[in-house]
């Protein structure tokens, strides 16, 4: 079983719906939960990120938390064309100083259709 | 300006042959780092390293060789390819993780897409 569990997709939506995109994890030391996007033959980019559990809302993006039920989540708002892109759940093991390695989810892919 | 730079873009070579790929950032970070994308998209950590010294090194064969020059440059050397090598491998900086600090963002390079035949 990996470590970050994450749907690959890929998902469509028309514009304008509203997206949910889901990861699990096992790793209950993980305190750092982001999300990158990769558009289509470019490097991951971080999108947002959020520690321990909760919201954290930026623009049309919120990115959820549930240390509990060890899942996260990022909500897309007015889904845009733009949007289209490769989404990646990751986690950084920060238990030792200067070995900060992401662990990355499958991410999922998703289009928005005009 | 290019934050984390890569060349080769593409690299399409045979089986059996020896390939290097070049790494560079230009942000001032302490940590850079190696990942491996397969076709699937699964991103993989392969090495890391703080200011010239090996961190990481996330059981990949020993044909794989980085080599850190300086803190601001992180090549990879590959040995004797195979086709399994076949993969899109980027590289990344970030700063150091403080200690107590939040989390430090890290950069990926557009990435080097290698095909072995």
């Known amino acids: 079983q990996k470590e970050v569990e994450q749907d690959p997709g890929p998902l469509s939506v028309p514009e304008g719906a509203i997206v949910s995109l889901n990861c699990t994890y096992s790793?209950?030391?993980?305190?750092?939960f982001m999300w990158y996007r990769q558009y289509s033959r470019k490097g991951p980019e971080l999108l947002m990120y959020?520690?321990?559990?909760g919201n954290k809302e930026d623009g049309r993006f919120t990115a959820q938390v549930d240390k509990s039920s060890k899942y996260i989540s990022l909500f897309i708002r007015d889904s845009q064309p733009s949007d289209s892109a490769t989404y990646l759940c990751?986690?950084?093991?920060?238990?030792?100083?200067?070995?900060?390695?992401?662990?990355f989810g499958t991410g999922t892919r998703l289009t928005i259709i005009p | 300006d290019t934050a984390v730079s890569q060349t080769p873009k593409y690299l399409v070579t045979q089986m059996g042959n020896d390939k290097s790929i070049k790494c560079e950032q230009n942000l001032g970070h302490d940590t850079m780092y190696w990942y491996k994308q397969d076709s699937k998209k699964f991103l993989k950590i392969m090495f890391s390293y703080n200011n010239k010294e090996l961190i990481i090194n996330e059981t990949v064969p020993n044909r794989f060789s980085p080599k850190s020059p300086d803190k601001a440059h992180l090549n990879l050397h590959i040995n004797s390819l195979e086709l399994g090598d076949s993969a899109v491998y980027f590289c990344?900086?970030?700063?150091?993780?403080?200690?107590?600090?939040?989390?430090?963002?890290?950069?990926f390079g557009p990435g080097t897409r290698l095909t072995v035949l």
């Open positions: 990344a900086s970030s700063q150091a993780w403080a200690s107590g600090g939040s989390y430090n963002e890290q950069f």
């Open positions: 959020t520690y321990s559990s």
């Open positions: 790793n209950s030391a993980f305190q750092y």
């Open positions: 990751a986690m950084p093991d920060i238990s030792n100083f200067g070995n900060e390695k992401l662990t």
